[in-house]
């Protein structure tokens, strides 16, 4: 069974920092693929980034790449979230999930994601 539990948001100005993890009890998460996934106020939920199972794969979608950075750590059994330069319209929820990592993961579909996380708060504003 996978328990996924997501931390490190919070309130940060425009251009600001955040680093967030997704960590995983129960299942080692080298076995999965990880999904990160955002949701604004009244928006759906959308891929923000994914690591895959096979190590150094992943991806991001079109508006935080060069910006976000996703890393993995097996020891930890955790898989991180770096961001940066974050915007305003950055704000929302950040969710982790299992699911296929796939370069189209800024358009993925929540419903190939399970085992999603409670979430963490991420705010940027002045």
């Known amino acids: 069974q996978v328990q996924l539990e997501e931390s490190g948001g919070g309130l940060v100005q425009p251009g600001g920092t955040l680093r967030l993890s997704c960590v995983s009890s129960?299942?080692?998460?080298?076995?999965?693929?990880i999904g990160w996934f955002r949701q604004a106020p009244g928006k759906g939920r959308e891929g923000v980034s994914c690591?895959?199972?096979?190590?150094?794969?992943?991806y991001y979608a079109d508006s935080v790449k060069g910006r976000f950075t996703i890393s993995r750590d097996n020891a930890k059994n955790a898989v991180y979230l770096q961001m940066g330069s974050l915007k305003p319209e950055d704000t929302g929820v950040y969710y982790c999930?299992?699911?296929?990592?796939?370069?189209?993961?800024?358009?993925?579909?929540?419903?190939?994601?399970?085992?999603w996380g409670h979430g963490t708060q991420v705010t940027v504003s002045s």
């Open positions: 999930a299992v699911g296929p990592c796939r370069h189209t993961i800024g358009v993925v579909s929540t419903e190939e994601f399970d085992y």
């Open positions: 129960g299942s080692t998460v080298e076995h999965y693929g």
């Open positions: 690591y895959g199972s096979t190590s150094g794969v992943y």
